[in-house]
C-alpha cells in the first residue's frame, strides 16, 4: 500500500492562509475516507477535517469550521485542506490519513497516513 504524501505547510502570520494538498493513489482515493489530523508538542493528535472520498460528504472539527475546507481532485488522485484565517493555536504537525471504513475522527481508524508537514501559524 502506496502512502499518501502531504505538502504546502509554511510559517504564516495570524490571519493568513494556506492549502495543504495530500497526494495519493487512485485506489485510495476510490476506497472510504480520508481526513486531516494535527498533532502540537505535548498534545493528542486531532481531526481536523474528513471527507468521504466516494460521496464528498465532509466533516470538521468546530475548531476550523467556517475557517478550513476539505475537498478532494480526482484527475489529480489529490485531497486538499485550505486553511483560511490561520489562528496561533492552529500551529501544528498536519497529517493526512487514508483507509478508514469509517468518516470519523478517531485516528486509529486509518491506516495510511503520510509523514506530515509543519504549519506554524505566529501572532
Known amino acids: 500500500q502506496v502512502q499518501p504524501v502531504e505538502s504546502g505547510g509554511g510559517s504564516v502570520q495570524a490571519g493568513g492562509s494556506l492549502r495543504l494538498s495530500c497526494a495519493a493513489s487512485?485506489?485510495?482515493?476510490?476506497?472510504?475516507?480520508m481526513g486531516w489530523f494535527r498533532q502540537a508538542p505535548g498534545k493528542e493528535r486531532e481531526g481536523v477535517a474528513v471527507?468521504?472520498?466516494?460521496?464528498?460528504?465532509?466533516y470538521y472539527a468546530d475548531s476550523v469550521k467556517g475557517r478550513f475546507t476539505i475537498s478532494q481532485d480526482n484527475n489529480k488522485n489529490t485531497v486538499y485542506l485550505q486553511m483560511n484565517s490561520l489562528k496561533p493555536e492552529d500551529t501544528a504537525m498536519y497529517y493526512c490519513?487514508?483507509?478508514?471504513?469509517?468518516?470519523?475522527?478517531?485516528?486509529?481508524?486509518?491506516?495510511?497516513w503520510g509523514q506530515g508537514t509543519q504549519v506554524t501559524v505566529s501572532s
Open positions: 490519513a487514508a483507509g478508514s471504513r469509517v468518516c470519523t475522527f478517531n485516528w486509529h481508524s486509518y491506516n495510511r
Open positions: 487512485r485506489y485510495t482515493l476510490s476506497s472510504n475516507c
Open positions: 471527507i468521504n472520498t466516494g460521496g464528498s460528504a465532509t
